[in-house]
């Protein structure tokens, strides 16, 4: 069995067609590649042969072709025929708003190669990312991720945070159900102690801070449940000790003369 490559993309091949340059820095890659895993870097490459391609003599746009989708599917998925270049014949393209670790470790998790384990740190890197170039798989594995994580850190207030963060954000629901109902058990000193308080929402805060509310309301009901419990179990030892003294004073009392008669 072949071992993957632990790629740098800090040099070219005969498979690179693109420089990716993030913080004064290039990375190599293929346009294939970043195509197939997103449709953004695919309109973005090829849109402008596309839509000539869509288009009939007069301009119009084509009925799709059942035979030509089929046979674009198949060279997506087996990459096995390059795509054909369109307008953007460019070899390099500026991503001057990114982190050149997070494109790295986004092209060690995406190439075939390579296939890097995504971790919970990777995940909560490359899920901006993922969201912005509409990487649906990438989506999928980070969010899975972080939820079998969360398994294991329940108690971790920073990692919830961090959860609550990427949840809110990012609309994930399941994310969002799934940490709250962990937060129910930590107290708002707690919460206010993490570094990561600060960037989390205002209307998180809140409903944190409901929560807590109720955390302290729960304990305090349940120690009052505690406490008639223990009151009631003195009741009834007390109770039992009356029982066994007047049995005991009933066999003890003076018998009459009559009882000898």
């Known amino acids: 069995m072949e071992e993957k490559v632990d790629f740098n993309f800090a040099k070219?091949?005969?498979?690179?067609?693109?420089?990716?340059?993030?913080?004064?820095?290039?990375?190599?890659?293929?346009?294939?590649?970043?195509?197939?895993a997103s449709p953004v870097f695919e309109r973005m490459f090829f849109s402008d042969k596309h839509e000539k391609d869509n288009k009939d003599q007069k301009g119009n746009p084509k009925e799709p072709d059942p035979q030509a989708k089929k046979y674009e599917e198949i060279r997506h998925l087996l990459c096995v025929i390059?795509?054909?270049?369109?307008?953007?014949?460019?070899?390099?393209?500026?991503?001057?708003?990114?982190?050149?670790?997070?494109?790295?470790?986004?092209?060690?998790?995406?190439?075939?190669?390579?296939?890097?384990h995504v971790t919970d740190d990777i995940a909560?890197?490359?899920?901006?990312?993922?969201?912005?170039?509409?990487?649906?798989?990438?989506?999928?594995?980070?969010?899975?991720?972080?939820?079998?994580?969360?398994?294991?850190?329940?108690?971790?207030?920073?990692?919830?945070?961090r959860c609550l963060i990427m949840a809110d954000k990012f609309t994930l629901t399941t994310l969002w159900e799934e940490t709250l109902q962990l937060c129910c058990t930590i107290s708002m000193t707690s919460w206010k102690a993490c570094p990561e308080m600060q960037n989390v929402p205002m209307s998180t805060q809140c409903i944190l801070k409901i929560l807590d509310k109720q955390r302290a309301s729960l304990h305090a009901m349940e120690s009052h449940i505690s406490d008639l419990k223990s009151d009631l179990r003195s009741s009834q030892i007390e109770l039992e000790q009356v029982k066994i003294q007047n049995r005991y004073s009933q066999t003890q009392a003076p018998r009459s003369r009559s009882d000898f008669m």
């Open 12 to 36: 070219e091949d005969t498979l690179t067609d693109i420089a990716l340059i993030v913080e004064d820095k290039k990375l190599y890659t293929s346009k294939a590649l970043l195509s197939m």
């Open 82 to 116: 390059p795509p054909r270049l369109g307008r953007n014949n460019s070899k390099t393209l500026d991503l001057h708003d990114k982190k050149y670790d997070d494109i790295r470790d986004l092209l060690c998790v995406i190439h075939p190669r390579v296939g890097r």
């Open 124 to 161: 909560f890197r490359l899920f901006p990312l993922a969201d912005e170039f509409k990487m649906a798989q990438l989506k999928d594995k980070c969010e899975s991720c972080v939820r079998e994580e969360l398994k294991k850190r329940k108690s971790d207030c920073s990692f919830l945070l």
